[in-house]
Nanobody
């Protein structure tokens, strides 16, 4: 099982980024997927979830609900996190995770997002 996140970078406040997470080694289209983020000195924060088909998705964190969107492309084994109107407090390392008790121990290296002018 492998998860590889990408798409992070340095962006100015108000900018946008689209993160991607490619999964392999498991039946990607059979599992829901989570996005998390972690800032230095803070606990990993669960941002949101998308179901296996992509037809249902939700964001748990109030501060991102109006700015972030989760989607997926099962043909490419990829889940996305579209982030708009980025703020300095969005600075963190972003991770995806599999919605499965046996598989939740697998993590990728994450992708760093830094929002700064």
């Amino acid at each position: 099982v492998h998860l590889v996140e990408s798409g992070g970078g340095l962006v100015q406040p108000g900018g946008s980024l689209r993160l991607a997470c490619v999964g392999s080694g498991f039946s990607f289209d059979s599992y829901g997927m989570f996005w998390y983020r972690q800032s230095p000195g803070k606990k990993r924060e669960e941002l949101g979830w998308i179901n296996p088909t992509g037809r249902a998705h939700t964001l748990y964190v109030d501060s991102v609900k109006d700015r972030f969107t989760i989607s997926r492309d099962n043909a490419k084994n990829t889940v996305f996190l579209q982030m708009n109107e980025l703020k300095p407090e969005d600075t963190a390392r972003y991770y995806c995770n599999i919605d499965s008790t046996p598989l939740r121990d697998y993590w990728g290296q994450g992708t760093q997002v830094t929002v700064s002018s």
